[in-house]
């Protein structure tokens, strides 16, 4: 069985950066794609981005496209979000996310299996 930890998040100003980690064990990290959630108080939670098993394919919600990148490290067992000019509405936690398969989409019930989540807070 699969199991996340995330790391990295915390309190930064509007226009900084973060990057977030989230280590992985069990199944072999490479056989599945990844993704980063986020959620608000009060709102659902929503995609951030997807990295695919291999990492040759990625892709990226549009709320933070040119702005988040996602990549992840296989040798490691690692997920990375490189974070660069935040903004307020940033702020959530932010969850990691193991696929079925190598490929996956947007939604959460495409993703099995859950980090605890990280805070970030973006203040003005």
């Known amino acids: 069985q699969v199991q996340l930890v995330e790391s990295g998040g915390g309190l930064v100003q509007a226009g900084g950066s973060l990057r977030l980690s989230c280590a992985a064990s069990g199944r072999t990290f490479s056989s599945y794609g990844m993704g980063w959630f986020r959620q608000a108080p009060g709102k659902e939670r929503e995609f951030v981005a997807f990295?695919?098993?291999?990492?040759?394919?990625?892709r990226h919600a549009d709320s933070v496209k040119g702005r988040f990148t996602i990549s992840r490290d296989n040798a490691k067992n690692a997920l990375y979000l490189q974070m660069s000019s935040l903004k307020l509405e940033d702020t959530a936690v932010y969850y990691c996310a193991a696929a079925r398969g190598p490929y996956a989409g947007s939604r959460t019930v495409d993703y099995n299996v859950w980090g605890q989540g990280t805070q970030v807070t973006v203040s003005s």
């Open positions: 990295i695919s098993g291999s990492g040759s394919a990625t």
